[in-house]
């Protein structure tokens, strides 16, 4: 019920204060309403799906991503702290997760690892760096892969690419990893590189300057780092 009161009267969540002082930002409801629209159209959540949420809430990774908007349309979410171990055990009950790319990769240093089939899963990662390696691993097991990019401030699923066993292997370019093919947001680069975004996904009604480092090449775009 308190996640459903967030759907009509909006939140405040803490950014992930890895560059800075970490700041609450509010979501109205209004914004969570494109934002979870969104996350569902890239994620292919249905009222059907089953998501396993092991992100902490108080982020927007945790609580934008995946659990809000299946919550709005009444599919099932599981919500538990995360356990590596767990997840490999637990995640052939679900259609649905969200990792962090370190979550992504200690689940990868399991034993169970080896003999885990991802086939029909929807693997969503983000709030960091995503590195070709974390992508590729996971979909070599058959999961569909979302590198995602998203801030509390916008998003969470903003700039996005979806893999699957079927395209070419993912890769870095020299000194960038990918954010995605896909925005679902308006979207300018400064003549200093720096990204900046607006859009019904935001928290601002203005154009945002999000302080990342980025480029467009080759149809996709890349993150380099913060300003």
């Not at 997840?87 to 690892?113: D, G, N, Q």
Request: charged share 20%; hydrophobic share 35%.
């Amino acid at each position: 019920m308190e996640l459903k009161n967030i759907l009509k009267n909006g939140t405040s969540i803490s950014s992930s204060g890895t560059t800075g002082p970490a700041k609450q930002i509010y979501q109205s409801p209004d914004k969570i309403k494109h934002a979870n629209q969104a996350a569902r159209d890239v994620q292919k959540i249905t009222s059907t799906s089953k998501i396993y949420t092991v992100c902490k809430l108080d982020h927007a990774g945790g609580l934008l991503a995946q659990t809000l908007p299946a919550i709005e349309i009444d599919a099932e979410v599981h919500i538990e702290q995360f356990n590596p171990f767990k997840w490999v055990r637990s995640i052939k009950e679900f259609t649905h997760s969200h990792l962090t790319p370190s979550m992504a990769l200690a689940i990868t240093k399991t034993k169970a690892w080896n003999n885990l089939d991802l086939s029909n899963k929807i693997i969503a990662c983000g709030s960091d760096r995503v590195p070709a390696e974390c992508i590729n691993r996971f979909v070599a097991k058959g999961a569909t892969f979302i590198a995602n990019w998203g801030m509390s401030e916008i998003g969470p699923m903003a700039i996005n690419k979806t893999y699957t066993q079927q395209d070419a292997e993912a890769y870095d370019l020299p000194g960038y990893t990918i954010m995605g093919d896909t925005a679902f947001c308006d979207i300018k680069i400064s003549e200093w590189n720096e990204l900046i975004v607006r859009g019904e996904i935001c928290a601002y009604d203005d154009w945002f300057a999000t302080g990342d480092i980025v480029k467009f090449e080759k149809g996709c775009y890349w993150y380099y780092g913060r300003k």
